[in-house]
């Protein structure tokens, strides 16, 4: 195989940067699979370890990336075979091993996802791990019982990949979504997608009553902090709350009378370490009854290998909405 191009970070003497450069496939961590890449995605963890923000990337020099959707070139395993169409997130892809942002990915068979009929490979990015996340939310809040005829499901972050997403698959299952958002230019955006109501952050009152008044059936929160907080004492009884982010802090201020006395729970979401049994069911419900009805909508630009490095600080600063491709090779 020839060189590729591949956008590999290093830490440099404490700085952590990235470039573009050519690789030979012994430079990938190892596995049974190879991929020729066709699309990868930009997610928050992504801008996170690329620019050092967060200790995302466990050792250096790492091809970044936790999403790729591409074409099998070889494998040492039988379940996979030359020119079948594959998937990747989760699992240490672009954490703990070389990711997709590169034109060959080499991983584990255990990592390799078959792409579901019905998803094209750019419409598998679109999703990626943003929107395999917000399926992940849906799925452990039906397992806890929600229903649309519960109440309003609010979600916060509602700009971002999960939240875009989050609120479409809602709406397309018939809940009525409430989005709260900083970003009084994009509630048309929000209403597109199938919000029924938008909430201006910074005109909640998070009130300081251990138990304030009940108003949501469940919550997908991308915040975390002071917004989770709120969303303890305001969930009704029996709702849920997917607990998906942290850009509004780690600490979480509540008391336990919220899940005592209403028995609210608090779901954590891992995506990188859902089993994948679960991961697979996961993916095949993305291409039937949980596929976004504005997947084009909710892709807010596509960028190249080359053209990363602008990405990043976009997303971390909050200014981009819904979600970024990475095209490589293409379908």
Request: glycine residues 12%.
């Amino acid at each position: 195989m020839e060189r590729f191009k591949a956008f590999r970070v290093y830490n440099d003497n404490g700085k952590i940067q990235g470039r573009v450069e050519a690789l030979d496939l012994d430079a990938l961590s190892p596995g049974e699979v190879v991929i020729r890449s066709g699309y990868s995605s930009v997610n928050y963890k992504d801008a996170l370890g690329a620019t050092g923000a967060g200790k995302i990337l466990r050792h250096f020099p790492m091809v970044a990336g936790v999403d790729v959707a591409g074409v099998v070139v070889s494998s040492s395993d039988s379940r996979f075979k030359p020119g079948s169409a594959v998937l990747v997130t989760g699992c240490g892809f672009g954490e703990e091993h070389d990711g997709g942002y590169a034109e060959y990915a080499r991983v584990p068979a255990d990592w390799v996802v078959p792409l579901p009929k019905g998803l094209t490979l750019r419409e598998a990015m679109l999703l990626g791990t943003a929107g395999f996340t917000a399926a992940l939310c849906v799925h452990r809040m039906e397992i806890n019982g929600l229903k649309p005829e519960d109440g309003p499901v609010v979600v916060t972050g509602a700009t971002g990949g999960v939240g875009s997403v989050a609120i479409d698959i809602l709406s397309r299952l018939g809940y009525h979504v409430a989005a709260v958002t900083g970003k009084e230019s994009e509630h048309a955006y929000l209403k597109e997608l199938g919000a029924s109501e938008i909430l201006d952050r910074k005109k909640i009152d998070f009130g300081s009553r251990p138990l304030e008044k009940a108003i949501w059936g469940g919550a997908i929160d991308n915040v975390g902090g002071d917004i989770l907080a709120w969303l303890t004492r305001t969930v009704k009884p029996w709702g849920s709350i997917a607990s998906v982010g942290l850009p509004g802090g780690i600490e979480l201020r509540t008391t336990v009378m919220p899940f005592i006395l209403r028995g609210i729970s608090l779901l954590g979401i891992n995506s990188t370490g859902c089993p994948m049994p679960l991961r697979r069911k996961l993916w095949e419900r993305l291409a039937t009854d949980l596929h976004p009805r504005h997947l084009d909508r909710i892709v807010s630009q596509t960028v190249t290998l080359e053209e990363l490095p602008n990405v990043f600080d976009t997303i971390l600063n909050g200014r981009i909405r819904g979600r970024t491709l990475v095209k490589i090779h293409g379908d």
